[in-house]
């Protein structure tokens, strides 16, 4: 979704706001902006469409110290370059950028019109600015008390936002309601940015704002003050700032260098938990002890989109190992429910940004209603890592690609681990326990063997990438690895794809099952094999292209497979984590046949900060 960057110090400001822009490239956009302050006046290049439309507008030479600059993702008003941010005020003398969304801008637009602004796009945000401008003037504020003014009497909604001033002008001012800001601490510069990635090419010293905190840059410091104009004595944190993490490690798209880092990355998050003296994992931040392990009566899992089929899998294991009733739901939807909060229900939220606003809603109803929530979050410092009561970092490293691979995987991972620790605290024995470590410890070497077979994966994915639909199926443990595998091949590749539990087929979709359907079968070896066999037999009837995915050496699959993709032999508890690599490399070879944009799908972004 949007993106904010801000520089001011020593440097050129415009290269650093367009590498910037470039960085958040990633979370999805359609118009983007910058402008400088230069000379005591405000410079502004903006443009619908990608970024490369904005540089071939930007001069050569841009002398300027200080800037904001925006990819925007269109909420109000279309994608054009009237839309575009930044917006100034009608006199050029402030500018602003805005994340988020501001629900009463109705009336903020009638109290702009009736202070004659002359408003000349859709936006929210140019009302913003039109009113700071308005307030400054009559009051003679500076743009941080007007800023101030305005957030805490008019507006309601969420916001990260930078705006800088002619008269300053070598002064950012930031604010934070919901939608992420993050100052980076340069020497003789000072950076702001929605998102770690934009700052990582220059600092690894980093301030979160919270939210109602609002922040004064210049190139000597910030000041982080709160709505009340008290000010909160922050300390940079440091954080991992490899820029290189950033990079396509020269592939063509920063998908399949995700895909193809997972052995490393699962790896990274398994890493020192494995606890094999005592056959358990160690899991540091859950600040949980024990005797709260053994209090629980049921586990509640939260996310969006492939974080909530990672939560379906994990689920699964969870309730397999510690027979604690588990489930995952929807967060947008559970937060509306009206759910019954439970002092001995675990909540997990699991979010790979940490910023995913649905999700952090569900959060912050579960604990205004005193339950405990515990987050599994990749994204280090987010908003979710920092409000949570305990913690799991998945430590995959930034994940680019808006179709989440590597942290998808390393979801399933940290709920392993955390299936192993609730189990060998209440059911499971020691000897199941160090079974399971060594599941789970040579998975990511069999995540390697699948990505070998991307040739073959290859080629199927070319045979039927001409299909305009096509089902996944799976039983129990494998029905989420269905899902997300049905949810790849959707968001990169736009084939409609559905997942069913093989057992649902005959109660609907066999309606749809034709020749011309692909059905992608997940088939662990388990209790279930002869049942989901069953479900091959059905699928292959109604003359369907058969594709399985299978460990096992049942003769039947392939009598009756088109096509069988074979991973190495797993307990089907962690057979999941390998079985949705060789999904991803078929959602993956299925976009690159078709042409389509696979880092940056259409209408998806990275991170949904807004409901
Ligand atoms: C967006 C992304 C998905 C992601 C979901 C949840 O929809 O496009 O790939 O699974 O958000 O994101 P989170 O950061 O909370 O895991």
């Known amino acids: 979704m949007c993106g904010i960057i801000a520089y001011t110090g020593k440097q050129q400001a415009a290269p650093i706001l367009t590498a910037g822009l470039k960085q958040l490239e990633y979370r999805g956009y359609d118009s983007a902006g910058i402008t ?6 405000l410079r502004t290049w903006k443009s619908a469409g990608k970024l490369t439309a904005l540089q071939n507008q930007l001069p050569d030479s841009i002398n300027s110290n200080c800037g904001i600059g925006h990819t925007r993702w269109a909420t109000h008003g279309a994608p054009t370059d009237q839309n575009a941010h930044p917006h100034l005020d009608q006199n050029q003398t402030i500018s602003l950028v805005h994340n988020g969304i501001i629900e009463n801008i109705d009336t ?23 009113l700071l401008a308005i307030a400054i003037k009559k009051h003679s504020l500076t743009l941080l008390q007007a800023l101030r003014q305005l957030l805490k009497q008019g507006v309601i909604g969420t916001y990260g936002i930078a705006a800088i001033s002619f008269d300053q002008p070598d002064t950012i001012v930031l604010a934070r309601s919901g939608s992420p800001v993050i100052i980076g601490v340069g020497d003789g510069e000072m950076l702001a940015a929605s998102d770690l990635s934009a700052l990582s090419r220059h600092t690894r010293e980093v301030v979160h704002l919270d939210d109602g905190e609002l922040a004064e840059l210049t190139p000597a410091g910030f000041e982080v003050t709160t709505m009340e104009a008290h000010r909160t004595d922050k300390t940079p944190m440091m954080v991992d700032g490899n ?28 890493s020192g938990r494995l606890d094999t003296r005592f056959n358990t994992t160690k899991l540091g931040g859950l600040n949980l002890q024990p005797s709260d392990l053994l209090k629980l009566k049921r586990v509640k899992i939260l996310g969006c989109g492939s974080a909530l089929y990672a939560g379906l899998a994990g689920a699964n294991m969870i309730e397999n190992l510690s027979r604690i009733p588990a489930d995952a739901e929807a967060a947008a939807e559970f937060r509306y429910r009206n759910p019954i909060i439970e002092p001995e229900t675990l909540y997990i939220a699991l979010s790979q940004s ?3 606003f649905d999700t952090l809603a569900a959060i912050r109803e579960i604990q205004r209603k005193g339950g405990f929530v515990l987050g599994i979050v990749n994204s280090v410092g987010s908003t979710i890592a920092r409000e949570v009561n305990g913690g799991i970092y998945m430590h995959a490293g930034p994940e680019v690609s ?5 942290a998808y995987t390393s979801m399933l991972g940290v709920l392993a681990l955390l299936a192993i620790l609730l189990g060998r605290t209440r059911d499971i024995s020691p000897q199941r326990g160090a079974q399971l470590l060594q599941e789970l410890d040579s998975v990511p070497g069999k995540i390697s063997a699948v990505l070998t077979e991307e040739p073959q994966i290859k080629a199927i994915a070319e045979t039927y990438s001409h299909a305009h639909s096509a089902f996944f199926v799976g039983r129990t443990t494998a029905y989420p690895v269905a899902l997300e595998g049905a949810q790849k091949l959707k968001e990169i590749s736009y084939i409609h794809a559905e997942a069913y539990p093989a057992s649902e087929l005959k109660h609907g979709p066999l309606a749809l099952v034709t020749a011309e359907t692909p059905c992608i079968i997940v088939l662990p070896e388990s209790d279930l094999l002869a049942k989901s066999v069953g479900s091959l037999e059905e699928i292959k009837a109604r003359g369907a292209p058969v594709i399985a995915i299978t ?23 962690v057979q999941g984590l390998i079985m949705g690599v060789a999904l991803q490399l078929f959602a993956y070879h299925s976009a690159v046949t078709l042409g389509r944009d696979v880092d940056q799908p259409r209408n998806l972004a990275k991170s949904v900060t807004v409901e």
Not at 36 to 41: F, P
Not at 255 to 267: H, M, N, S, V
């Open 354 to 356: 940490g910023e995913t």
């Open 36 to 41: 400088v302050s230069s000379r005591k006046r």
């Open 402 to 406: 808006v179709a989440s691979t590597k």
């Open 551 to 573: 460990d096992s050496d049942n003769k039947r699959i392939s009598q009756l497979a088109d096509h069988v993709i074979r991973t190495p032999p797993a307990d089907p508890l």
């Open 108 to 130: 903020l637009r009638k109290s702009a019109l009736e202070a004659g602004a002359t408003l000349v796009s859709e936006t929210d945000t140019e009302v913003l600015v039109q």
């Open 243 to 270: 820029p290189d993490q950033y990079d396509k490690g020269g592939h063509t798209h920063y998908l399949y260098r995700e895909i193809f880092d997972q052995p490393k990355t699962l790896a990274r998050t398994l």
